[in-house]
Antibody
């Protein structure tokens, strides 16, 4: 069974940093691209960024709202993808989901981890 | 950036009725459009991909149609568990990946 499990969320002050992790189970982790998507309280889905696979040189893409502050990386030997968040703002408060990207869509999502940016 | 506009924002129906949700793209996305369901407190779940294909395990009462810029998600004979928020998503042109703002289906 395919499963994605995020961790690392919590309370952080504005300007601070946090690293989220997502571990994948039940599939060949090195194959698909992986996305991070966030959802602010009571709001819709906002794409954060994507990391491609080794065959595509682990190229990353980001939403304009996080570019230069957030970095996505992956360690296929640990079946893990990471979201490194720096210079956090209050508007980054959200539940952060990782999702598996296949040719058709984002077919599996984790349960999400809550990041709260507040003083 | 391709903007997806969903309508209506909220749809109020009763169990057993048919729901029709719309998603309009700011430019053609061919048939590269997906629909997701999100129940309260849960992660999104893929329902429909490539405009009209049901994902694994999705009941037959869910169907999708459309191409180009106009798409529809139809839910026949609503069940209590269908009352949720629905999002469309395009994979035609990225970055950025874009989602619609969502349609809340309420009882």
């Amino acid at each position: 069974e395919v499963q994605l499990v995020e961790s690392g969320g919590g309370l952080v002050q504005p300007g601070g940093s946090l690293r989220l992790s997502c571990v994948g189970y039940g599939f060949i982790f090195s194959e698909p691209y992986m996305d991070w998507v966030r959802q602010a309280p009571g709001k819709g889905l906002e794409w954060v960024g994507r990391i491609r696979n080794k065959g595509n040189s682990y190229i990353t893409d980001y939403a304009a709202s996080v570019k230069g502050r957030f970095t996505i990386s992956r360690d296929d030997s640990k079946n893990s993808v990471y979201l490194h968040m720096n210079s956090l703002k209050t508007e980054d408060t959200a539940v952060y989901y990782c999702a598996r990207v296949v040719s058709i869509a984002l077919d599996y999502w984790g349960q999400g981890t809550l990041v709260t940016v507040s003083s | 950036e391709i903007v997806l506009t969903q309508s209506p924002a909220t749809l109020s129906l009763s169990p057993g009725e048919r729901a029709t949700l719309s998603c309009r793209a700011s430019q053609s996305v061919s048939n590269y459009l997906a629909w997701y369901q999100q129940r309260p407190g849960q992660a999104p779940r893929l329902l429909i991909y490539d405009a009209s294909n049901r994902a694994t395990g999705v009941p037959a009462r869910f169907s999708g149609s459309g191409s180009g810029t106009d798409f529809t998600l139809t839910i026949d004979s609503l069940e209590p568990e269908d009352f949720a928020v629905y999002y469309c998503h395009q994979r035609s042109s990225w970055p950025p990946v874009t989602f619609g703002q969502g349609t809340r289906l309420e009882i």
